[in-house]
C-alpha cells in the first residue's frame, strides 16, 4: 500500500480500475461513459486505463452510458460509470431501469447544481431527486472516503441478498478537484476483497425476455422483493465493514456518524463535507460548556431511521443542514429526519444552495440561533454566496 495525493475523480477512477481487474476470472468489466463537469477528470483518466478483460465505452450521451452499463451488467460484467447535475436527469430512464432491474451498477456522482441557470458548483439535488430510483446512496466526507467507498460498494452491491445498484457521491470541486493524501490499495488487496461478480440474473446463451410486461401481482411481489433487499442491506454493510478492515486495515464509517454525540443536548445533522466544517465549531462550543454535537448521515438510502432514533433521542434542539431545496417543501435531509426525533425543537437550514461558500462563523451562527429558539419553525434558506 501507498499513498498518493490525488483528488476524489482520480481516487473513484483507481478504485474503479482495481475492481474491475479483480473480475478478471468472471464476466470482466464495462464503464459507459460520457463527460460533464466536474466528473469528467474521473472517465478520462479510467479510459487510459489497460483492463485485461473488459472496456471502457465512449457514447454520446448519459443516457447512453447508462444503457451500456445496464447491457453489460446483464451479461454478468462488473460496471461502472459517472455523472452529474443535468447529466444525471438525462440517465433518469435508465437509472430507474437498472434499479428495477436489480443490477449491481455502481455510478460515481458528482452532486453538482442543476439547472438552468448553468452552475458548475456543489448541490445535493441532483442525486437527492434519485432517491426512490432503487439505488443504494451514500455520500463521502473526503477523498479516502470515496476510495473506500467504491470498493465497499461492490462488495455490497454483487452479494446474492442485495443486487442492488448504488451511487457513491462527492460534493463538486470540494471533494472533485481537491488534492489530498489518500492510501492507495494494492490489487492484491483488492482481489482478496471482491470475490468474482455472480449475477443470479444473468442473460445467458438461451434466449430470454428481459423488462417484460407485468401484471399488478408481478409489480406487488417485485417491489416487495426489491424492499426486502433494501431491508438486508444494514447486515451486509456490517459484514462488509469487517472484511474492508480486516483487509485494507481501516473501517469504512458506518452508515450514521455521530460525532461528540454521547451527552449532546444541542447537534447538527448533515451529510457529505459539510461534516468537516461543523466539527471544529463542535469543538470550539464544547469548550464554552454547551454540549454540543455533529449527526453525519452517510447513507441516504435505504435511511438508517432506527440508528438516527437512537443517536438523537436526547438530543433537545436539531438543526439540520441541507445543501439542497425540494421545492414546495423544504430541504430533503430534513424532511427524511425530522420524524426521527419529534420530541425536539428542529430547525431546517438550507445553506450553501448552488454552492456558497459554508464557512464556521455560518455554523456558529445556526448554533446560536438554536440555542435562543423556543419551537420548531418553517425551513429557512440561509444566504452566503
Known amino acids: 500500500m501507498s499513498r498518493q495525493l490525488i483528488s476524489a475523480n482520480h481516487a473513484a477512477a483507481e478504485a474503479a480500475t482495481m475492481a474491475a481487474r479483480a473480475n478478471k476470472n468472471a464476466r470482466g468489466f464495462a464503464s459507459g461513459i460520457y463527460p460533464i463537469t466536474p466528473q469528467t477528470e474521473c472517465i478520462e483518466y479510467l479510459a487510459k486505463q489497460e483492463i485485461e478483460k473488459g472496456a471502457v465505452v465512449r457514447v454520446e450521451s448519459e443516457h447512453s452510458a447508462m444503457g451500456v452499463c445496464i447491457g453489460a451488467a446483464l451479461s454478468g460484467a462488473r460496471t461502472f ?15 430507474a431501469t437498472a434499479g428495477f432491474y436489480r443490477l449491481p451498477i455502481l455510478m460515481y456522482a458528482v452532486n453538482r447544481t442543476l439547472g438552468p441557470p448553468w452552475n458548475i458548483w456543489v448541490d445535493h439535488g441532483d442525486t437527492f431527486q434519485l432517491r426512490d430510483a432503487g439505488w443504494m446512496h451514500v455520500y463521502c466526507e473526503d477523498n479516502q472516503e470515496v476510495m473506500d ?67 399488478p401481482r ?14 438486508r442491506v444494514p447486515e451486509v454493510y456490517a459484514e462488509a465493514q469487517a472484511e474492508f ?17 454521547d451527552d449532546a443536548e444541542i447537534a447538527i445533522v448533515c451529510i457529505g463535507t459539510f461534516a468537516s466544517t461543523v466539527k471544529p465549531v463542535v469543538d470550539k462550543l464544547r469548550k ?29 434542539r436539531i438543526g439540520v443542514m441541507d445543501r439542497d431545496i425540494s421545492l414546495g417543501m423544504g430541504g430533503v435531509l430534513w424532511s427524511e429526519t425530522r420524524g426521527c426525533a419529534p420530541h425536539a425543537i428542529m ?39
Open 149 to 215: 467507498s467504491i470498493l465497499f460498494a461492490y462488495r455490497v452491491m454483487e452479494d446474492a441478498r442485495i443486487m442492488l445498484p448504488m451511487m457513491v457521491c462527492a460534493d463538486a470541486f470540494v471533494l472533485s478537484h481537491t488534492m489530498m493524501m489518500t492510501d492507495m490499495p494494492t490489487q492484491e488487496q483488492v482481489d482478496a476483497y471482491l470475490p468474482d461478480l455472480n449475477l443470479p440474473h444473468a442473460v445467458a446463451s438461451e434466449p430470454v425476455t428481459v423488462g417484460g410486461l407485468d401484471f
Open 81 to 95: 460509470t459517472a455523472s452529474a447535475s443535468n447529466g444525471l436527469s438525462y440517465m433518469v430512464e435508465n437509472i
Open 218 to 231: 408481478e409489480t406487488e411481489v417485485h417491489r416487495r422483493q426489491h424492499q426486502e433487499a433494501f431491508d
Open 245 to 261: 478492515e480486516k483487509v485494507f486495515g481501516r473501517k469504512i464509517p458506518d452508515r450514521v456518524v455521530p460525532y461528540q454525540m
Open 347 to 385: 430547525q431546517n437550514y438550507m445553506i450553501g444552495l448552488g454552492g456558497g461558500d459554508v464557512r464556521a462563523g455560518h455554523i456558529e451562527t445556526i448554533f446560536t440561533e438554536l440555542l435562543e429558539q423556543k419551537e420548531s419553525g418553517k425551513p429557512r434558506i440561509v444566504e452566503v454566496g
Open 288 to 316: 464554552q460548556g454547551i454540549k454540543a454535537g455533529l449527526v453525519r448521515l452517510r447513507m441516504l438510502r435505504p435511511f438508517p431511521e432506527q440508528e438516527m432514533v437512537e443517536i438523537l433521542s436526547g438530543v433537545e
